[in-house]
């Protein structure tokens, strides 16, 4: 009995090239006995949409494209209800979610090995009623994934991306907030607030390799203050750079699976590096094991594992 695949392809992830890569995906499914249906997503129907609207049998997901393409995909499944194991090829700029659970990036070479994929849970974050696979946050660099032009995307790569966060540093407002978690209460003014389940944030790597848990059932958070002066900024850099945020005056760093957060203004938040809108209350939920990802092994580190073991015989 073949296995059905559902791929979803996203045409403007990275740097826009990914439909180059469909017949060889298809064909690298096929030769593994499997059935395989590509959709493609559209400005007006995102893979969201497609899963919402998709009624015909399927035993895997394929999503090919961005940290966003794959948040609309479990987020259509959570709301639906539907348990579909998920496999992902990482085409976005920044990939940050891939790098976390080490899965190649840009590499349909994986699709040679899709049968021999293991399966991990990972926990997913319900934003007041929107969800998120690693990160939800406010604040300085955040709105740059989703302000940055597609053009400088596909031009510069990630490159774009820190040029914009470098001209916003020096210019984003301070916001009055609440926090509260793990029955703690904090009141300050912050420039930056993240709640994530991932090594890497807009592309850069805020955690060490293994540091962090993705089925823990908790987020790490970090809350930065706005420094008095230009060595408050190199403080910051230090701690950043160092990977250490618990000794730092203006970092509050917190681990727990429930965060509320209340603003005196409106707030623009992103969610997997989109647009999730303006609020003054947020709630943050941990869902854990919420989703089952199919990770598979380059076909270069397949070869290297097979290489070990016939030396380990």
């Known amino acids: ?7 979803i392809i996203n045409p403007t992830s990275g740097k826009g090239n990914i439909l180059e890569n469909a017949t060889e995906i298809k064909k690298n499914l096929e030769e593994q006995d499997m059935e395989v249906d590509i959709q493609i997503t559209k400005k007006d129907y995102n893979a969201k949409a497609i899963i919402e609207n998709y009624n015909q049998e399927k035993d895997l997901i394929l999503v090919c494209g961005g940290d966003g393409t794959l948040n609309e995909v479990v987020t259509a499944l959570i709301e639906k209800k539907e348990e579909v194991s998920l496999s992902f090829i990482p085409f976005g700029t920044t990939n940050d979610l891939a790098k976390t659970l080490e899965i190649p990036i840009k590499d349909i070479g994986i699709t040679k090995n ?7 849970l990972i926990d997913i974050g319900k934003f007041n009623d929107k969800y998120f696979c690693y990160i939800a946050a406010f604040g300085v660099i955040t709105d740059v994934a989703y302000t940055t032009s597609r053009e400088a995307k596909n031009k510069y790569g990630r490159l774009a991306y820190y040029q914009k966060a470098i001209k916003e540093l020096f210019h984003k407002p301070t916001y009055k907030l609440k926090i509260k978690y793990s029955g703690k209460l904090i009141e300050d003014e912050f420039i930056y607030g ?10 850069f790597k805020w955690f060490e390799k293994g540091e962090i848990q993705l089925d823990d059932g908790k987020f790490e958070a970090i809350f930065i203050r706005k420094p008095k002066n230009i060595l408050g900024y190199f403080k910051i850099l230090g701690s950043f750079l160092k990977k250490e945020y618990n000794d730092n005056e203006y970092i509050l760093f917190a ?30 939920q941990n869902c854990q094991k919420a989703i089952e990802l199919a990770i598979c092994e380059s076909e270069e580190e397949n070869k290297k594992q097979n ?3 016939r030396k380990e015989k």
């Open 194 to 203: 993240g709640i994530s389940n991932s090594e890497s944030i807009a592309g």
């Open 1 to 7: 009995m073949s296995i059905k695949v559902l791929t």
């Open 255 to 284: 681990q727990s699976n429930n965060f509320e957060i209340e603003s005196q203004q409106e707030i623009n938040w992103t969610v997997d590096g989109e647009n999730a809108g303006k609020h003054k209350e947020i709630q943050i």
């Open 114 to 120: 899709l049968l021999k994929s293991k399966a991990r």
């Open 307 to 309: 290489k070990k073991r």
